[in-house]
């Protein structure tokens, strides 16, 4: 039997030769934030560069937040390009997805944009936890109305999917083990639901977000 013949692909999974359309994840410098981009058009140019004059920005996330998913986002994505036989990749100033993963990320940082911090781990936890094809139905309803950095995010099922992430974890992993170091108290009281606690009581100087 003939050997396949690897793909090429560009940081998380993109593939020109299938189809030009792409997600971006752009650092710029000397900003804080970072944008993730839609792409329609791929061009290469001589110095090995993307020449992308149409694009559509999708969602913006602060630096603070970007660091606390990003790692586990990555991780979440390598483990599917190495489970298709694809190389996997790392965040650097302008790093491109396939499609399907640049949606599964926009998701989730519709998700978090403005959230509480103590709010992370659960909200991280949840997008896990969601299957791929759920992650892209989600998407999908969400930009047919929503679907821009700041007009409706406080709306529609933007809003509701960021009431839902903050929901308790369905991922059967501790939140707190999704998200990368930092020191930070937790201080959430824990919520309820039919009498029933949906998170263990605690005291506050035990448990640590991180």
């Not at 001589?46 to 630096?63: G, I, M, N």
């Not at 139905?137 to 969400?142: F, G, N, R």
Request: charged share 25%; net charge negative; proline share 8%.
């Amino acid at each position: 039997m003939a050997k396949r013949k690897a793909r090429n692909t560009l940081g998380f999974g993109f593939d020109p030769e299938q189809s030009p359309h792409h997600f971006a994840v752009i650092v710029e410098r000397g900003e804080h934030d970072i944008t993730i981009e839609e792409r329609f058009i791929w061009d290469e140019v001589s110095d090995d560069q993307a020449a992308t004059p149409e694009a559509s920005a999708k969602a913006v996330l602060d630096a603070y937040r970007w660091a606390r998913v990003a790692p586990m986002v990555a991780e979440t994505f390598n483990a599917r390009l190495r489970a298709a036989g694809l190389p996997t990749a790392t965040w650097t100033a302008e790093s491109l997805l396939a499609p399907h993963l640049g949606k599964e990320l926009t998701l989730l940082c519709w998700a978090v944009e403005d959230a509480d911090p103590t709010l992370l781990p659960a909200m991280l936890a949840n997008w896990v936890g969601l299957a791929p094809e759920e992650r892209w139905w989600l998407y999908t309803t969400i930009n047919a109305t929503s679907g821009h950095p700041e007009h409706g995010r406080d709306r529609g099922w933007r809003k509701a999917i960021k009431i839902a992430f903050a929901e308790n974890p369905i991922a059967s992993a501790a939140p707190s083990a999704l998200l990368a170091d930092a020191a930070m108290p937790f201080h959430r009281r824990p919520a309820r639901r039919r009498g029933k606690p949906l998170l263990p009581e605690v005291e506050t100087d035990q448990l640590t977000l991180f």
